[in-house]
């Protein structure tokens, strides 16, 4: 089999199982309920790796079996050329970047004042179960393992089938997650905004656990689709990755975890540290200009 086909039949695998991971474990309640009829103590709203662990570990096992389809399958396995990506960041802050922060700043600062409210209010006119569902799925994408799962199917099928793209990808993707998202773990500790479902309005503030501004799931879901959304080639990954780091952010809002200037301020920063990072790393032309 051509690398080419083995790289296609990977992406196809690893997508397979990200929507597995969305839903899981939906299919075992399913089968349950269709065929078996035993009580269990999950149903579909269950999420992987919160509710019931025990349950997880079938999940773990197919993306076990799906990591060493993929180590069987590849032409090497030297991570020496991921190491050198990482030993030859540099960042550089320029003045695009100083003014994407301005722009993005004084965005947030207009929707937090007159904005969030009336948001909320519509996001609140328009709940529905159609809504609510959307935004599980999407708030499961977002959250869990998945970024971490992300970043480690890059890396490997990069490693494995010699495509340094998307070793690049996997380092510019773990550096941008990782710093975005502890600055906004700073930021969440030093604002302390409360939640919207607290329902104590968009000026209010409640220091502690249920902080909300910036939202820890948007800055992954842009940090990470932002490293593709500048780096990848490919047009129909870009906007892919832009719709779905998208529906991560409006998603919070429709759960009311999130108000809407939480959201923009989190898409904003994970757009600024994809893109410094997506340029400190070194990054290889593909082959063929189509490629992913």
Known sequence: ????????????????????????????????????????DIDELSFLGREAPSWDVVFWCLAGLFALAIVQS??????????????????RFT??????????????????????????????????????????????LGGGMNPAMLVLFFLLGGVAYREKRWVSYAVAMAFAG?????????VKALVGRARPELWLGPFQYAPGSATSFPSGHTVGAFALAGVL?????NWTLRIAAALLA???????ILAFRHWPSDVTASAILGLLAAALFTRAVTRVTPERPDAP
Do not use: C
Request: aromatic share 8%; no cysteine; net charge positive.
């Open 74 to 91: 590849a032409e090497s396995l030297d991570f020496r050329g991921a190491w050198q990506q990482v030993r030859a960041v540099r960042l």
């Open 229 to 233: 959304m500048f780096a990848s080639p």
């Open 1 to 40: 089999m051509s690398t080419d086909a083995k790289r296609r039949y990977a992406s196809a695998g690893f997508i397979t199982l990200l929507v597995l991971s969305v839903l899981w474990p939906s299919p075992i309640v399913s089968v349950n309920r269709l065929w078996l009829g035993e009580s269990l």
């Open 246 to 252: 998208a529906s991560v952010g409006i998603s919070r």
């Open 178 to 186: 990782l710093t975005a998202g502890l600055l906004a773990q700073i």
């Open 95 to 140: 003045l695009h970047h100083a003014l994407l922060l301005v722009i993005g700043a004084a965005l947030v600062a207009v929707i937090w004042l007159y904005a969030d409210a009336p948001l909320m209010a519509f996001s609140e006119r328009i709940q529905s179960e159609t809504t609510e569902d959307a935004a599980r799925l999407a708030n499961r």
